[in-house]
């Protein structure tokens, strides 16, 4: 049987050459040859044994807000766990902390609004993070100084070579400045949070401030991925960039944000080949300038297609 009648027989959606710029919040990317939304863990076994038996390379989607999909599109498997795989519930409780059960696909700012209208604290500091709880968890999303990894008490997953979940103590995962290392590869269906009992008017006005200083300091709105680069050690990539006069620097219809500019945005049909000389030419000057090398924080995958455009200050 080939490869395209395995998955049509799949009792879920696999949508083949699906175009992936809807599913990420930059609005860039090609097609994947093969798109699936499982419904149930048990979904994703057939699925892992397909891609085994003919080779196929594995990606996950999240939310798609960290991560920059190449033109060429992405060769092999894309799994959304977009039509599952969310919720959220509370499995213990004392008096002064709670664990929660949370989705992989269950939205950040969902998770915050849970954690505030219960008067959980710990998730606060995820306000105003678009995307997927996996998704955060696997680029250890956060702030400054607090990181999902704070949040962590154990992962459910499924490593992609295997036929049983398992689950991963915070112990047997390696976290780091944003970034995540499991084990080995594979999906992360749920995950259990410990939180601590706070002041839900506290937390009210925290995610009030939160909110309006993001909205202020970031291109609100706007087609983009966050942070492009991660901060070096005691310094902002942000504040090296706009110093190296680069802010509102484009390339085709990709552009240094007016607002931060360690946001990029995608100021309407942007090429993957616009932020990949954009990102190319920021790493560039802030060596020349600074003798800095920044380096990615943004997740990008795919095969590139990319026609040269030229460079130009808005
Ligand atoms: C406006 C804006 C503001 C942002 N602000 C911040 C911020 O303050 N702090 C911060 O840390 N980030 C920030 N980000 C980046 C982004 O929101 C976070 O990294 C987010 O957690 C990514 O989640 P996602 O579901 O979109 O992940 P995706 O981009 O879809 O994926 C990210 C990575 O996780 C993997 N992945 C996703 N789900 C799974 C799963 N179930 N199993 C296995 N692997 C999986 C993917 O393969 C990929 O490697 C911002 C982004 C935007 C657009």
Known sequence: ?????????????????????????????GQADFLAFPEHEKDLFPLLKISQNFNLPITVL???????????????????????????????????????????????????????SNGLSGVERLMGIPGTF???????????TQYVEDLI???????????????????????????TKLPAPGVVISSILRLKRGSKEKLE???????????????????????????PLNDKAGRLIEECGLKKLSIGSAMVSEVHANFLVN?????????????????????????IDLNLELNIIGEEESPTRICSHA
Request: aromatic residues 8%.
């Open 1 to 29: 049987m080939d490869l395209k009648t395995e998955f049509s027989r799949m009792p879920f959606e696999v949508l083949f050459d699906e175009l992936l710029a809807p599913y990420t919040t930059l609005q860039i990317g």
């Open 62 to 116: 999240g939310g798609g807000a960290n991560t920059l999909i190449l033109d060429g599109g992405v060769r092999g498997l894309v799994i959304s766990l977009s039509k599952n795989f969310k919720g959220l519930e509370v499995l213990l409780e004392n008096k002064d902390e709670v664990l929660v059960a949370v989705g992989a696909f269950e939205k950040i700012p969902s998770l915050v609004r849970f954690g505030i």
């Open 134 to 144: 996996g998704g955060a968890l696997m680029m250890n999303a956060g702030t400054a």
């Open 153 to 179: 008490e154990s992962v459910l997953w499924l490593p992609f070579g295997e036929r049983k979940m398992k689950t991963l103590s915070k112990e047997e995962i390696e976290f780091s400045y944003r970034a």
């Open 205 to 231: 006005d925290l995610y009030e401030q939160n909110l309006s200083s993001r909205k202020k300091k970031q291109p609100w709105g706007r087609p983009c991925a966050g942070s492009i680069f991660k901060n």
């Open 267 to 291: 100021t309407g049909g942007a090429k993957s080949s616009d932020m990949l000389a954009l990102i190319d030419e920021i790493q560039r000057t802030v060596k020349k300038q600074k003798n």
